[in-house]
């Protein structure tokens, strides 16, 4: 690999991993000089490495200049050094010297703990997202901006109000965290963790930004959060499993579901034949181990409805399913896509005029897949109110691709 | 917005329908929350068993049922959010359990810190 792919590449995989175990060293309160000391060894690799060229080993390069980064930074910051000595007592041997331990249990350990600290019920859902993509996922501040669809600033402001909130709050990233918690307590650590990573993949899934590849990656590294969770026997729960599958299913569609031109192809209209058949039974296989527990979280109602969309053919069997499904997932936690998504299940299943009388008592006339659903109801039982319900849609809908899947179906009618 | 109690009153299904039939109802009736669910509108609810239910009297006896003098009995009961008692009254009529003659849907305002009960 060329120095200027290999950089950006290291950046990617190796930034989080230093700053992780440096952050579990120091303590979360101290998170910004963990980014910074890793941010200097990147800066280090791009001057030495344009002159010298690149070692024999870029990983063990990196990983000891951050060592020796960190112990410069110790040795010439008493304060610190005398505040990080008092708290990591246990782990400093009698030379007084603090091991820097990148070995990859380390590692792992660390971006598990991370993961847990970072999302805390103290901190914003929006600001969780954010720093894990920074700390967790190495995402630069651009990268994060972009996804949100919002400038450098937002995100520089919405991050230290974060580490501002962690600091005060001094979340702990000690293994008792998670090692010595009770079931009772890692299952409710655990509910916010997987919040996160939930709207972290449907960041990348739903997101209008155009970047293909960076809304792919979201929904990757999403993907790989839960499988740090799955690898720890810990925080290998049913739920995580659930969640994972439905990962998996959604991510099989992904190619599938936009053309060249990036408009949306509706599931209906979508070529089963490019949806990614590896992920849909890695999928079922999560899916099948998430059964064992005793509990059905909205993962496994949202995963089991995934995987029986994997199903192309429209028998009654499927929608009838699908509807008991979207029956459940409401009463544990009601939002606006479920609604319209179940009234649509209900029109497959218990037919159009029942679905019709049910989708009027919505309430969600802000919303233009509310009027596209309507559209769909009416459509060769009342094409009048058809039409006049896809032009509602039309006028709603923000952007193009949306309006012009719309105008397709006004045509048609 | 408040909250209301609809409380289911009819016969034990076990007792006068078939398999087929109980299983027709299920989903009737969970087509019917799952109505009020996606109106952001229910909050809680629960079916209850007709087997190996008890009564408790006054005098501490304990009977199986049968648990009053009418055969419909309380066969669950669901909480929803209304606006009013006639909004929660509507929700009510939509249960399918009123397709049995003599059976009834009991609409009740749920008391909270409101220092009368």
Same mark, same amino acid.
């Given at each position: ?6 950089i ?9 991993k ?31 490495? !344009? ?7 870029p990983?063990?390069?990196?990983? /000891?200049?951050?060592?020796?980064k !960190?112990?410069?930074?110790?040795s ?6 005398? +505040? ?6 246990h ?10 331990? &990148? ?15 970072i ?13 894990s993509?920074?700390? &967790? ?18 995100i520089?402001k919405?991050?230290?109000?974060a ?6 709050e ?17 299952n409710q650590?655990?509910?916010?963790v ?10 990348g899934y ?19 959060? !839960?499988?740090i969770?799955?690898?720890n026997?810990?925080t ?33 209209d ?8 590896? &992920?849909? !039974?890695?999928?079922a296989?999560?899916?099948?181990l ?15 409805i ?39 299940a ?18 969600? /006339? ?12 009416? /459509? ?13 849609a039309f ?9 012009q899947?719309?105008? +397709? ?5 | 917005?408040?909250?209301f109690?609809?409380?289911?009153r009819?016969e ?6 078939? *398999? ?6 299920? =989903?009737q009736?969970?087509d ?8 952001? $509108? ?10 190996d239910?008890?009564?408790? =009297?006054?005098? $501490?006896?304990?009977?199986?049922? *049968?648990?009053g003098?009418?055969k419909?009995?309380?066969g ?5 959010k ?10 009510? =009529?939509?249960?399918p ?6 059976n ?7 008391? =909270?810190g409101?220092?009368?009960?």
């Amino acid at each position: 690999m060329e120095q200027q792919q290999l950089i950006p590449h290291l950046f990617r995989t190796e930034f989080r991993k230093i700053t992780a175990v440096l952050c579990k060293t120091f303590g979360i309160e101290h998170l910004e000089i963990a980014e910074d000391l890793a941010s200097e060894t990147f800066l280090s690799a791009l001057e030495t490495w !344009t002159y010298r060229g690149i070692p024999e080993n870029p990983v063990a390069w990196l990983y /000891t200049v951050a060592k020796n980064k !960190t112990r410069n930074y110790i040795s010439r910051n008493q304060v610190f050094t005398e +505040k990080i000595i008092h708290q990591i007592k246990h782990d400093v041997t009698e030379s007084e010297e603090i091991a820097i331990d &990148l070995s990859d249990k380390n590692i792992t350990d660390s971006q598990l703990q991370m993961l847990f600290a970072i999302c805390h019920p103290s901190i914003s859902a929006e600001a969780q997202i954010g720093l894990s993509l920074r700390i &967790l996922c190495g995402f630069g501040i651009d990268e994060i901006a972009n996804a949100f669809l919002t400038n450098k600033e937002t995100i520089n402001k919405r991050l230290s109000r974060a580490k501002e909130k962690l600091r005060l709050e001094k979340v702990k990233i000690e293994p008792i965290d998670i090692e010595f918690a009770g079931d009772e307590e890692i299952n409710q650590r655990l509910e916010t963790v997987l919040t996160t990573l939930y709207l972290l993949f449907s960041e990348g899934y739903y997101s209008e930004c155009r970047d293909t590849v960076l809304r792919e990656d979201l929904c990757q590294e999403a993907m790989r959060l !839960t499988e740090i969770l799955m690898e720890n026997q810990l925080t290998n729960r049913p739920t995580v499993n659930a969640l994972y599958a439905l990962m998996c299913f959604h991510s099989s569609r992904f190619d599938a579901r936009k053309d060249e031109t990036g408009e949306i192809i509706l599931y209906h209209d979508q070529d089963e034949t490019r949806w990614n058949y590896e &992920l849909i !039974t890695k999928g079922a296989y999560y899916l099948n181990l998430a059964s064992k527990g005793n509990r059905i979280s909205k993962y496994h109602l949202e995963a089991s409805i995934a995987y029986w969309h994997t199903h192309k053919a429209d028998t009654s069997e499927k929608w009838e399913t699908i509807l008991q499904l979207y029956n459940r997932l409401l009463q544990i936690e009601y939002s606006p896509f479920a609604a319209l998504n179940r009234t649509y299940a209900l029109s497959k299943a218990n037919g159009k005029q029942i679905a019709i009388v049910e989708a009027e008592k919505l309430n969600l /006339t802000e919303n233009h897949f509310y009027f596209t659903l309507l559209g769909e109801l009416y /459509t060769n039982i009342d094409d009048k109110k058809a039409k006049q319900n896809y032009e509602r849609a039309f006028a709603l809908a923000k952007t193009l691709p949306e309006k012009q899947t719309i105008q +397709k179906k006004i045509d048609k009618l | 917005m408040e909250e209301f109690a609809l409380i289911m009153r009819h016969e034990d299904g076990q007792k006068i329908a078939s *398999p087929e039939q109980i299983q027709a109802w299920m =989903k009737q009736t969970m087509d019917w929350i799952g109505g009020i669910a996606a109106q952001n $509108k229910f909050s809680s609810g629960t079916g209850l068993r007709f087997d190996d239910a008890r009564v408790v =009297k006054s005098n $501490k006896t304990v009977t199986n049922g *049968p648990f009053g003098e009418i055969k419909e009995t309380i066969g669950g009961f669901i909480v929803v959010k209304a606006d009013s008692i006639d909004e929660a009254v509507e929700f009510a =009529k939509g249960c399918p359990v009123l397709q049995g003659e003599g059976n009834t849907m009991e609409v009740r305002r749920i008391a =909270k810190g409101d220092n009368v009960h």
